[in-house]
């Protein structure tokens, strides 16, 4: 390999093409270390590299469908961005100095509306999370089941959204987009030998891993002879900066003091919405 026949640029650097002009801007983790976006000036389109990709793969050359690309590029943000929010943050602001005609990503179709991906990515990332609750769950003999039910209806009562996922059956990526917008999660799990069931455990470390926005978290489920579930879960998300809320776990069938429980903690997330303006 002859080395001499590369460029090594900097950050801001430009390459003339003759009658074009290249200009490099280093995007550090979005989502690679290495990761740059290109921008060509006279024609006004930013290569974006992952930045603004879209899980879809089709023949259309440009944006057709907004509302399926949205979803998409949603999914594809909260599935691989995510994680990096914070230093996209900074990246975003240096996109904005640009004027852009075209933003081509490495990923998906290419945007002929940039304002669009703009706009969107100016809510998943810096918005404040919206008056959602996402509610991840499992239910072996349908005692877990009904606390979910019983809790949904409260917290609907009260004007919180609830997104409900049954783990059983879920599409993980649909989670990880519902996590994008939420406020709250409340696990919903039985005691498995001691802790929570397997499928909550892997819906509870994509979320520590993912690193939403959201500012609370409680746990509600059922045991039969004990065991450490609450705490097990609890440590599963230390890179979740949030405030945990008391958890509501039930020996067997919930009678009528956990129903009350659970409208209590419906109550509490209300509050808690309220208190930072979500609702």
């Given amino acids: 390999m002859d080395h001499n026949r590369f460029l090594t640029v900097e950050d801001g650097a430009t390459l003339s093409l003759g009658d074009r002009t290249l200009e490099f801007i280093h995007a550090p983790w979005v989502h690679w270390p290495e990761t740059m976006l290109t921008y060509l000036r006279e024609d006004e389109i930013l290569f974006s590299c992952d930045l603004f990709g879209s899980h879809l793969a089709t023949t259309d050359l440009y944006v057709t469908d907004e509302g399926r690309i949205y979803e998409a590029a949603k999914r594809y943000y909260a599935e691989i961005m ?5 230093i996209i943050q900074k990246h975003l602001k240096k996109v904005h100095e640009y004027k852009i005609s075209l933003i081509a990503p490495s990923h998906g179709p290419v945007y002929d509306r940039p304002e669009f991906i703009l706009d969107a990515y100016q809510d998943w990332v810096f918005n404040d999370p919206k008056n959602i609750v996402v509610l991840p769950y499992i239910s072996m003999h349908g005692t877990t089941r009904e606390m979910v039910k019983y809790l949904v209806d409260s917290l609907t009562g009260k004007g919180v ?73 609890a440590d599963l998300i230390p890179n979740l900066k949030v405030e945990i809320l008391d958890p509501v776990v039930v020996k067997g069938y919930p009678g009528d003091k956990d129903f009350d429980a659970l409208d209590k903690l419906a109550s509490i997330i209300e509050g808690k919405h309220k208190e930072h303006n979500l609702i």
Wanted: aromatic share 8%.
């Fill in 82 to 86: 995510m994680p990096f929010r914070k």
């Fill in 161 to 233: 959204t609830v997104e409900q996922f049954n783990l059983a059956v879920t599409d993980i990526g649909k989670l990880a987009i519902a996590l994008v917008d939420a406020a709250t999660i409340v696990i919903g799990s039985p005691t498995v030998l001691t802790g929570a069931h397997p499928n909550v455990v892997y819906a509870t470390y994509l979320a520590n891993a993912l690193q939403p926005k959201v500012k609370f978290v409680s746990i509600i489920g059922s045991y039969g002879w004990g065991g450490k579930m609450v705490q097990q879960l």
